[in-house]
């Protein structure tokens, strides 16, 4: 199984680099490459914004960053879907199987819903989005082929992209699809 990380991201409103953020003493890349590697996914390609981002990634998660294929984003902070183009374009991912996106700012993402996604990617489906209360994109299950065609970076949002897709939603309720996107979400979760 093959999972492309997106962690290029500015994290402007966290006021420091999210994917190096820490809960229990570990950086959030760490926390998403374990469960990754702990459900399976051997092929992994992290999405980083450069090459300074990529060093202090790679020094957050010691050893694990042998488990890792590290890109650098072709725009980097040009947003999610630039990068995602870069990274299925990237000769690390097998555009004949299925590719599970992750994005690095989800650490209480439970590993069973990635088998939850497999399982309901069927033959006609190009892709497979967890449903918890709104979409979940940045945790769908895709095929690449599909993706790549129905990707512009002047299209607006990737959940209203995906439209054009055959897609379909799975309930992840209970999943752990809540994101961090300010040190409030931080605090507030790692304390629960």
Known sequence: MQALVLAGGRSSRMGRDKSLMQIDG???IRITLE???????????????????????KSS??????????????????GMIEALLTGIRDGAIDATKPLQISSVD??????????KLRMSMGKNIDIVVPYCKTPHPLHSLVRVDP??????????????????????????????LQ????????RMNSDS
């Open 147 to 176: 993706l790549n065609e129905a990707l512009n970076p002047g299209n607006g949002p990737l959940k209203n992209q995906i439209k054009a897709m055959r897609w379909k939603a799975v309930d992840c309720t209970g999943q752990g």
């Open 106 to 115: 989800s650490p209480w993402l439970q590993s069973k819903l990635y088998s």
């Open 179 to 186: 994101n961090v996107n300010s040190p409030s979400d931080l």
């Open 61 to 78: 998660v010691g050893e694990l960053a042998k488990a890792a294929v590290w890109r650098r984003d072709d725009k980097p902070h040009s």
């Open 35 to 57: 469960r990754l590697i702990d459900s399976g996914h051997s092929v992994i390609l992290v999405m980083a914004s450069d090459e300074a981002q990529e060093f202090r990634q």
């Open 26 to 28: 570990k950086s959030l």
